[in-house]
């Protein structure tokens, strides 16, 4: 693998085969047998991995540090690739002054920023073997340094990783790089031999002879010595050359030492070596074996950290060794970061951090039988009493506990709550043995005025001395001079079911109940100051401050009373959780609560700012199992659960034991600096010259950042703004990216903050500047032709919308007027047909009547009769038929014609012919153009059987040309002169019916020689 520059100059990396470059020929004898040592322990690897502890992933799987002993000072977190490391191996770490972790490994250098693993100079593909990027450094200035394998000494900077070294010297390997920290030279040793450079101008490396290179490192102590610390010898450089200081037969690990000199572990004990030569003697390793110890590092607090082969990670501090770590993968390297934190690379079990603990619990393993505190409080000794879920009582004191029992007089029997009184002693409520004492070592059932229905489930002892206990169903009694004295509701509380009680800096009682009820206790009387608002607001939990009373609840979230008011906190302002089951006040402005999952604290300047619409998140820090602490479960029955101890530590109840902890200790006030990492144009990267030449359109871009933060990266909150498109700062949260779509054409600036972990918010951001171009159809000339165009063509469909009404209003007006026609001419077929044939029958049946002494002529007139019926029968049905809808339609109207000419020239000696096509079109018929063809059918039907003295009538119906063709032809006399003279009325009856239609009527017919009609009606008619 090496470095080299394409045509346009930039620096790329190539695989050679360095064996076919002829200057290889000239490689030294020694570099080809630790070619071929490297080569042997590769091919290896897999046979002594299966047997020796620590180097393989599967055998350090597991280890969990997040579940590592609670009784250890320390707390343990793991990273792996299941975590998003890129590779469990790890040779090497450096952390660089903008907060990034950097690791270097077999198969490339790995950045971390806490919560992401970037990789660089990752292996390029086809390569045979992996990229070893170590070993790592920064110079006095905070940049960064690497030797990557075979490829020399890169430097990063604003544009990326630059080759800073080019004379040849430094040949395959570099073994160790070291700053001076102060006059700008960097020190190399590498297979090529030992040298420096200067780190401001480099280009070429002065060689420094006198000592063997290859397996030593430069190292510099803690009090500016430069030493070059080899396997078996410990050299120091000065300017006068080299001067030995110790040496040893046996192979030793060493690093600086604070008080001077350095440690050496060799032969199983840890030495300190000083600068003149001395050594003594510290301690013999703990463990057995010939475990060997990899890598030492003594860190800010003067704890000195011992990495081993197979046997974990040790801490050696105050004359003792302590287990860590106890994982069997090697321990390669260690790194105390700028937070104080210690990191471990390690061979297959990943990445470790060890940070102090700062959160303690006391449960199985500090002496309880059941780790399900229901209550606990500290008397006025500094004892803090727990009481435990199998009526287990006792108190701490220094850290250790102390179970009461009947060496005290305490029966062991189950209880609900306790709580200190002002004159040393404690009060414990049991749940079925009355109210107990403790006072000068004893316990004693206290005997009361009148029975309590009920065992308390909380306690106050108020600043009169009187002791207040809340029951289920009960209410509240009051025990003051031996008198009990107990409220209802009709003694001015909420309801009788009352959660919690507290006293407010001015004294005054307030009760909570089980639907949000707030009572006060003023001068003797009890009085709702809150009314109940469900059961969603049931108290959990109360603090009083000086102004406001906090109440948590079981599903309504966190409440503000304040003034008679009350507002509201929940997810959407960012609460954990709604359910809020224990609050304490920590007296530095803090609210602290816990949740059924969750510890959580809230500034209160915060909280009163985002319910005063000042800011729109409460900003919640949350804590849990990478501050060491287990799945937490808070107690949610009795009270107190929670207590400020007098020297300032908060302690709460849970279902895992009573965990413990200094406030001030978790201060986290560096903010991390925020860095902008890439800025993406529809899923593209961009650089910055690109963002000035935008043209979004419907386009989305993405801005990822970050800001770096070892410790406690996860509480890391972000905000961002970009100026002309959003009005304030925009919450994110902890997501590391902001989206915008659409974004305006002109001049924007993206600015982004980070908060540190205790919610302090950076006053610096990190900002980009970006230009949107508008597209044509954006610019302000074509906006003014869409106005003039708009406006035109709203001229334009406003006269259309005119037009069209008035069109619409015409077509009403012709179609009412065809409708008030075809009424007439319904009133006309009705009046002219069964008008007639009523009347005609009406007639008969007068006839018949005066001639009913005459049979023959009644039945001529019944018959007669008979006729007329039929045929008014006959014309309603052509009339209903012209009415029905559904018969709009060529081949109904075909098929009714049909049927008609059959049945009219049934009673007739005619014969009848029909042509009609079996497939007609599916062309519709108006309702007026179906009854017009058919009168002319009949009206042509009745001038046959009238007049034409024809044998034979033939009835035919074609469409062609889209047009319909109705032809009726006899064998008739035909028509003569005198014949169409007589009869022209009734043929312009006929013409007029078919012109109405917008057809034509074409006539052929010759004396002697039959009659054909042919009647014609054009494609836009029907």
Known sequence: MRLRRDQGGNCVYSLVDQLDRPEDNRVSLRKHIWYLIGALGVLSFPLWSATIPGTGEELSAGFRGDEADPTSKFVVSVWRTGEGLPINDIQDLKDTPDGFLWIGTYRGLVRFDGVRFQSFLTTP?????????????????????????????????????????????????????????????????????????????????????????????????????????????????????????????????????????????????????????????????????????????????????????????????????????????????????????????TRGGGLIRIRKREFFRHGLHTGLKNEFVRSLAQDTAGRVWLLAGDGGLGWITNGVWHAAGLAEGWPGIDSR??????????????????????????????????????????????HEGRLWMVTDNSGIFCLEKNKLTGYSIDDGLPSRHIRRIVEDEAGEILAGDWEGGIARFRDGHWKVVRKASGHQDAVRSMVATTDALWIGTSAGGLLRFKDGRTARISLEEGLPDVCIEQLLLDGRGSLWGGTPHTLFRISLAQLNAVIEGREQNIGAITYGRSDGLPDLSFANWCDPRSWHTSDGELWFATANGAIHFQPENLQQSRIPQILLE??????????????????????????????????????????????????????????????????????????????????????????????????????????????????????????????????????????QRVLDQERARIAQDIHDELGANLTSIGLLADLGARHKSDPVAVTHELDQISQTARESVAAMDAIVWALNPR??????????????????????????????????????????????????????????????????????????????????????????????????????????????????????????????????????KT
């Not at 920290?181 to 420094?208: N, Y």
């Not at 197979?310 to 105390?336: M, R």
């Not at 709550?417 to 206290?446: E, H, I």
């Open 125 to 345: 593909q086809g390569a045979r073997f992996g990229m070893r990027v170590w070993p790592l450094e920064t110079d006095a200035r905070g940049r960064f340094w690497v030797a990557p394998d075979q490829t020399g000494i890169l430097r990063l900077d604003a544009g990326g990783f630059t080759e800073a070294l080019t004379n040849g010297y430094v040949q395959g390997r570099v073994q160790s790089l070291c700053s001076d920290g102060g006059d700008g030279m960097m020190w190399v040793d590498g297979h090529g031999g030992l040298g420096r450079f200067s780190t401001e101008q480099p280009g070429e490396a002065e060689k420094i002879d006198g000592a063997a290179s290859g397996l030593s490192r430069w190292v510099r102590d803690f009090e500016g010595q430069l030493w070059l610390v080899s396997p078996r010898s410990l050299k120091i450089y000065e300017k006068e050359g080299w001067r030995d200081v110790y040496t040893s037969e046996a192979m030793f690990v060493a690093t600086p030492c604070r008080a001077g000199g350095m440690w050496i572990a060799r032969d199983a004990k840890l030495w300190q070596v000083m600068a003149d030569g001395t050594t003594r003697e510290e301690a013999t390793f703990p463990w057995k074996g010939q475990t060997r110890v990899n890598c030492l590092l003594e860190d800010s607090q003067r704890r000195l950290w011992i990495g081993t082969l197979a046997q974990g990670l040790f801490n050696y501090s105050s004359d003792q060794f302590k287990l860590v770590v106890p994982t069997p993968s090697s321990i390669t390297c260690l790194l105390e970061d700028q937070q104080d934190n210690l990191w471990a690379g």
């Open 417 to 462: 709550s306790v709580l200190p009184s002002k004159d040393g002693g404690v009060w414990v409520s049991t749940y079925q043995r009355g109210l107990w004492r403790w006072s000068n070592g004893r316990f004693s059932r206290r005997k009361l005025s009148r029975p309590m229905p009920e065992p308390a489930m909380d306690m106050l002892e108020d």
């Open 678 to 815: 890439q800025t993406l144009l529809d899923g593209k990267p961009v650089g910055v010259a690109a963002l000035q030449q935008l043209r979004l359109g419907p386009g989305r871009l993405d801005f990822r950042f970050t800001a770096p933060c070892l410790t406690a990266p996860e509480r890391v909150r972000f905000r961002y703004q970009m100026t002309g498109v959003d009005p304030d700062w925009v919450d994110a949260g902890t997501a590391r990216s902001a989206t915008y779509t659409g974004i305006p054409a002109g001049k924007h600036v993206f600015r982004v903050l980070a908060s540190s972990p205790d919610g302090v918010w950076g006053s610096k951001p990190a900002t980009v500047t970006l230009a949107v171009h508008p597209f044509f159809w954006q610019t302000n000339w074509f906006l003014a032709l869409i106005v003039g165009v708009t406006a035109g063509g709203g001229v334009w469909t406003a006269r259309r919308a005119t037009v069209q009404r008035l069109s619409r209003r015409l077509e009403k007006l012709r179609q």
């Open 887 to 1020: 018969n709009d339609s060529l081949d109904n109207f075909a098929n009714y014609v049909a049927q008609f000419t059959r049945d009219f020239f049934r009673p007739t000696e005619l014969r009848t012919r029909l042509e009609i096509p079996a497939n007609l079109p599916a062309q519709p018929l108006t309702s007026d153009t179906r009854h017009q063809l058919f009168l002319l059918v009949k009206e042509t039907f009745n001038n046959i059987v009238r007049h034409a003295e024809a044998t034979e009538v033939n009835l035919k119906i074609a469409c062609d040309d889209r047009r319909l063709r109705l032809i009726i032809e006899d064998n008739g006399k035909g028509l003569s002169r005198k014949t169409v003279k007589e009869g022209q009325r009734g043929l312009a009856n006929l013409r007029g019916r078919i012109e109405r239609l917008g057809g034509s009527l074409w006539i052929e017919s010759n004396d002697g020689q039959g009659t054909r009609l042919e009647f014609v009606l054009p494609p836009w």
